[in-house]
Every structure is written in C-alpha cells, then in structure tokens.
C-alpha cells in the first residue's frame, strides 16, 4: 500500500482549520452532539474546498455496527492526498491524517467508498 504525505503547503493549508474550529469552539461545543457534528462537517468542508473543491466526506461507521456515536469523520481532498480525520471529543475536534492514523486496517471504522 502506497503511503501518502501531506506537502507542507498542504499541511500549513490544513492546520489553519484548527483556528477557525477554536473561533467557533463555543457555540459549537454548547449544541447537542448530532449539530456539533454537522456544524463542523460543514466548516471543514467548506474551508477544504476553498483548495481542493473535489472534497467528500463520510461519517464513518464503526466494523461491526456497533450503537454507539458516529463521532468519527473522514474526508477525502484527492486522489494523491491523505484522507483526513476528525474525531468529535468532549472537549473539541481532534485532526488526524491518514499517513498518521489507520482507520480501516488496523483501526476501527469501515473503508468508506468514495465512488
């Protein structure tokens, strides 16, 4: 499996997204968990596309279907690029990145299809 990095052109791109979630972070950590969620779906998304307008995402399912939060999203920013990753905690979004964190193989959540 090829590993994809993050230039850094792209990774400084990226972690300007922390700012604008820390701008935002109470108003969007005082709504219930399902807002939260589609709150910050759509800021990432809509700064994403800013750069790559091809941006998808996915709340990703758990393997097993496990009934417990979807906290967990993944987005797709292009062909050579890393999925990127946020994890909704109580006390804010985490980002993660694919090269950095395995989410299918080795990790929890089940291989969206991005077709």
Do not use: C
Not at 76 to 97: A, M, N, R, V
Request: charged share 35%; no cysteine.
């Amino acid at each position: 499996m090829e590993i994809i990095k993050l230039t850094e052109e792209d990774f400084n791109y990226i972690k300007k997204i922390l700012d604008i979630w820390k701008e935002q972070f109470d108003s969007i950590m005082a709504l219930p968990f399902e807002e939260q969620r589609k709150n910050l779906i759509e800021i990432t998304e809509n700064y994403l596309k800013e750069k790559w307008p091809e941006v998808k995402y996915k709340i990703l399912d758990y393997k097993g279907n496990l009934d417990i939060p979807k906290d967990n999203i993944a987005f797709y920013i292009g062909k050579d690029k890393p999925e990127l990753y946020i994890y909704i905690t109580q006390s804010g979004p985490l980002l993660f990145d694919s090269y950095r964190y395995d989410a299918y193989d080795k990790g929890p959540f089940e291989r969206p299809k991005w077709d």
